[in-house]
T-cell receptor, first 109, second 115 residues
Framework: SQQGEEDPQALSIQEGENATMNCSYK?????LQWYRQNSGRGLVHLIL?????REKHSGRLRVTLDTSKKSSSLLITASRAADTASYFC?????????FGQGTRLTINP | DVKVTQSSRYLVKRTGEKVFLECVQD?????MFWYRQDPGLGLRLIYF???????EKGDIPEGYSVSREKKERFSLILESASTNQTSMYLC??????????????FGSGTRLTVV
């Protein structure tokens, strides 16, 4: 069953710009995680935010969580060509992760 | 560098064959998971395991079984492969002690084609 839904499905920006992706979910969660997937490869964990946290930073990544709206956003600042990938949010509940369908991010040189 | 290793990157099998997808992790993780990924459907959980010889059904277990005889190895079995099982299969692991703290470690995936 799908829990997280990412928005937009696809995003294309110029190198150096900021990229923002959103995730909405339906039920209560313990945590929300973001993953990156390069074409045809496995997923790589980027950042985790717990349900009692509102914002978290890791390098050029900033994640926010609004549990009242059941939504999260991932901001990538100063984008690079290497950031081109699909990004997935995953909501953690009962020791399992439920993934959304992802946002395809393309960084144009 | 910690790793989750899936034995094959690409696999082509015939309809009706019994298929084994192997996953090995070297992190002494208790929790292991099998997902399949399809365009437009995202990742869907097939089976997971919290310990040796333990298994739990995920959201789409039909047509699959699993085996976990050793802590580091979690195998996904397609008893009789069908064309609708053509997909990317992803294995992941996680420490049960660190559940909800550090996220999953994924393998590189196995792209299975059933003809």
């Amino acid at each position: 069953s799908q829990q997280g839904e990412e928005d937009p499905q696809a995003l294309s920006i110029q190198e150096g710009e900021n990229a923002t992706m959103n995730c909405s979910y339906k039920t209560s969660i313990n945590n929300l995680q973001w993953y990156r997937q390069n074409s045809g490869r496995g997923l790589v964990h980027l950042i985790l935010i717990r349900s009692n946290e509102r914002e978290k930073h890791s390098g050029r990544l900033r994640v926010t969580l609004d549990t009242s709206k059941k939504s999260s956003s991932l901001l990538i600042t100063a984008s690079r060509a290497a950031d081109t990938a699909s990004y997935f949010c995953a909501t953690g509940r009962a020791q399992k992760l439920v993934f959304g369908q992802g946002t395809r991010l393309t960084i144009n040189p | 560098d910690v790793k989750v290793t899936q034995s094959s990157r690409y696999l082509v099998k015939r309809t009706g064959e019994k298929v084994f997808l192997e996953c090995v992790q070297d992190m002494d993780h208790e929790n292991m998971f099998w997902y399949r990924q399809d365009p437009g459907l995202g990742l869907r959980l097939i089976y997971f395991s919290y310990d040796v010889k333990m298994k739990e059904k995920g959201d789409i277990p039909e047509g699959y079984s699993v085996s976990r005889e050793k802590k580091e190895r979690f195998s996904l079995i397609l008893e009789s492969a069908s064309t609708n099982q053509t997909s990317m299969y992803l294995c992941a692991s996680e420490s049960s002690v660190l559940t909800g703290n550090y996220g999953y470690t994924f393998g590189s995936g196995t792209r299975l084609t059933v003809v």
